[in-house]
């Protein structure tokens, strides 16, 4: 279990994140959602190692995470797949695939069949370079490269970002076809509606504070979440 | 079944290049001294293809922008320098500041030396590179170049006379034994630079330099990665300026000013920056067209008249027009990124019959 408590970090004089709890549960799909700059990416780059927390305490089955370098992060189990994807652009998606098992040493042929099972339409394009596949496949890319690390927990941050509804539709099959096989997921996202339906738990970020938590179902027929984040009437 | 095929057909390919180079060199090496112009670009041709595929590890692999070569080679020159000069000879080489004692007796193989020169070259890269590497694009070329200027004078400080024979430099250098010898360790060393560029190593470089961020988030250590590109790509610019001395037969700091690194940063842009071939070519085309234009340099009369502009220097405007023209048409290099295959190859010929 992953559990985050009492975490605060500082850009320069900014507060972006102030005094965030909360536990995402092994096997469960757990989403922060928020509007623009209220510290959900902050919040999932504290935890990889990416950004410094000021205070608090992020913990992995019981172990400290913070003062870690991020290879050790990921070695010890958490992935993030980045917001607007960032694949290698150069490098085919095989390439794409093998750097993210960069902190392994094994057999990779047994994942990469898992990640082909997942994404029959990166197997087709192994040999194509990332740069030149849809929005749609990179976004599967990042995901197939992030699961390579072998995570115990995938965060992801704004999967849905600038793609089109019918994919976005497809990425959230995915996620939770993921989540099955037992991966834990946190998940960012600006796409409420989406997340919400998909989650076991669910956390409203707002200016860098955590200010209503439920299960997924709960927060979806929640009047005020419904009016600031589903377009829906008060 | 087919794929094994193709593979025997380039492999084999490969070997019949690999011997028709061989059997070149054999005949140049022959009567060396007829050939000795042709070995002489060969040789210098291949020290700074070393060089150059070290610099586009670093700049072209890594992305990291840095201009050390020459401080590099400087390093390597004076320590293969000394280390291969007849033990008997030192005396007369510095006769001016005395050879320093405990250095005055060792004396080491070539290939020994070169390894001893590398090694230096490495700790010293990663001994800069930890406040250095933390700098990005422009002010780590500043930086790296800095560098640079500060170790070639170090080697020509009176004060280290008795070690680098400060402005005399060194000279009797034992050159080469045979054309084979200074072909065969600059390919040693291409071979493996590409090994590695090939290995996961190679890829996290090419993440760093794509995409930092996404590349820290698949758990690359940024820093030792941009450290270990900088010591591997620094160890081979060394070996380079140590080839360099044996080359000439002797080593001075002026050599390797400024303008050298300027030379070979050509040889990778023109050849394509992340190519390795592209880093080979770019160094034969170089050196070698800088000499085949020499025709340029004398005076022509047809009858009394004089051809015009053909005059000593009048080499080097042309060489620097073809060079124009070349970035002009092909910005991305000769080769882009792309690596020499035989599929390629015989691609570009299939190309050209389609087209006809």
């Known amino acids: ?234 | 079944m087919q794929k094994n095929k193709k593979i025997s057909k380039n492999f084999i390919l490969t070997v019949i290049a690999i011997a028709v180079l061989i059997a070149i060199l054999g005949f140049l090496q022959a009567d060396s001294i007829n050939y000795s112009y042709a070995i002489t670009i060969i040789e210098r041709s291949c020290i700074y293809a070393v060089a150059a595929v070290s610099m586009n590890l670093m700049i072209g692999f890594a992305g990291q922008f840095s201009l050390g070569t020459a401080g590099f080679m400087c390093l390597g020159a004076y320590v293969a320098g000394i280390l291969t000069m007849p033990v008997e000879i030192r005396d007369q080489v510095y006769y001016l500041y005395g050879m320093a004692g405990w250095l005055h007796d060792i004396r080491l193989p070539l290939i020994a030396a070169l390894l001893v020169a590398g090694i230096i070259g490495a700790a010293l890269a990663a001994l800069v590179g930890w406040p250095v590497l933390r700098l990005k694009s422009d002010y780590l070329a500043i930086a790296t170049l800095g560098f640079s200027e500060i170790v070639r004078a170090i080697c020509g400080w009176d004060g280290l006379g008795s070690i680098t024979n400060a402005s005399y430099g060194l000279s009797n250098i034992p050159a080469f034994k045979n054309v084979f010898e200074a072909v065969g360790i600059c390919a040693a060393c291409i071979i493996v630079m590409l090994l590695m560029i090939h290995s996961s190593y190679g890829r996290a470089f090419r993440a760093i330099r794509d995409n930092d961020v996404a590349a820290e988030a698949m758990g690359i250590n940024l820093f030792h990665t941009k450290q270990l590109a900088f010591v591997v790509s620094s160890f081979f610019a060394t070996v380079s300026g140590g080839l360099l001395a044996v080359f000439l037969r002797s080593a001075t700091s002026s050599t390797f000013t400024v303008a050298l690194t300027y030379n070979i940063l050509l040889m990778v842009v023109l050849g394509g920056i992340g190519s390795v071939t592209g880093s080979v070519v770019g160094a034969f085309l170089i050196t070698g067209g800088q000499e085949w234009l020499r025709f340029l340099d004398q005076t022509y009369y047809i009858g009394n008249f004089q051809i015009p502009l053909l005059r000593t220097g009048f080499r080097m405007v042309v060489f620097s027009l073809l060079l124009m023209i070349v970035v002009l048409f092909w910005n991305r290099g000769l080769m882009g990124s792309k690596e020499f295959s035989w599929d390629g190859l015989f691609g570009i010929f299939k190309r050209r019959r389609k087209t006809k």
């Open chain 1, 1 to 234: 279990m992953l559990k985050i408590s009492h975490l605060h970090v500082n850009y320069g004089g900014i507060k972006a994140v102030r005094d965030v709890s909360f536990d995402v549960p092994d096997g469960e799909i757990c989403t922060l959602i928020g509007s623009n700059g209220a510290g959900k990416s902050t919040t999932l780059r504290t935890i990889i190692g990416l950004e410094k927390a000021a205070s608090g305490s992020i913990t992995l089955d019981g172990s400290e995470l913070i003062g870690l370098q991020t290879n050790q992060i990921v070695t010890n189990g958490i992935t993030l797949v980045p917001e607007g994807r960032h694949v290698f652009p150069d490098m085919t998606v095989l390439e794409n695939l093998k750097i993210g098992s960069y902190m392994r040493k094994e057999d990779l042929q047994e994942d990469l069949n898992w990640i082909y099972d997942l994404f029959p339409r990166l197997k087709e394009r192994s040999w194509q370079a990332a740069g030149t596949l849809s929005g749609g496949e990179q976004q599967m890319l990042a995901v197939g490269r992030a699961l390579m690390s072998k995570p115990k927990i995938l965060m992801m941050d704004e999967p849905s970002l600038g793609l089109a509804p019918i994919i976005v539709q497809g990425i959230f099959d995915i996620i939770k076809e993921i989540n099955k096989q037992g991966v834990t997921i946190l998940l960012i996202e600006q796409n409420a509606n989406m997340a919400l339906r998909i989650a076991h738990s669910a956390y409203v970020m707002e200016t860098g504070e955590l200010t209503l938590s439920g299960t997924g179902a709960e927060l979806l027929k929640n009047d005020a979440i419904k009016a600031a984040y589903l377009g829906g009437k008060k």
